[in-house]
């Protein structure tokens, strides 16, 4: 966490200073024909961005594996510049998507967006045919 000090007559009392994060809303598909747009679009707010990068993907109708590439593409360049990214409001396939790919273990995923985000408590799979 960065402080900062601010003085007082009474002495100096270290402050938090949390930098704004970036939302980045998501809308339609993420596939192979928008893939690359995307991944230029993010890495320009990851580059001016000093907080973490969220990405909202309430509203993300489709993903194919061109567009997991994308996101994780643009975690390792936040990585790298120190830069959490965090996935907000998956709908339920991407979240299978995840899980299949074991992306849900490198991804911090919050639920619903309207309020401080929870992380989302992902369901152990559960056995069929048994």
């Known amino acids: 966490?960065?402080?900062m000090k601010t003085r007082s007559r009474r002495g100096a009392a270290p402050r938090p200073v949390h930098p704004a994060a970036s939302v980045v809303p998501l809308y339609g598909e993420i596939d192979i024909f928008t893939s690359h747009a995307l991944r230029e679009r993010?890495?320009?707010?990851l580059w001016s961005s000093s907080g973490p990068l969220i990405l909202d993907l309430s509203r993300v109708s489709?993903?194919?594996?061109s567009g997991l590439a994308v996101l994780v593409g643009v975690q390792r360049r936040a990585r790298a510049l120190g830069i959490a990214l965090r996935l907000s409001a998956p709908c339920a396939q991407t979240v299978a998507l995840l899980r299949v790919t074991g992306l849900d273990?490198?991804?911090?995923?919050?639920?619903?967006?309207?309020d401080e985000p929870k992380t989302l408590k992902l369901p152990v799979q559960a056995r069929l045919g048994d």
């Open 62 to 65: 489709f993903r194919d594996a």
């Open 42 to 45: 993010l890495l320009r707010v």
């Open 105 to 114: 273990r490198s991804f911090t995923i919050h639920g619903n967006g309207t």
């Open 1 to 3: 966490m960065t402080t």
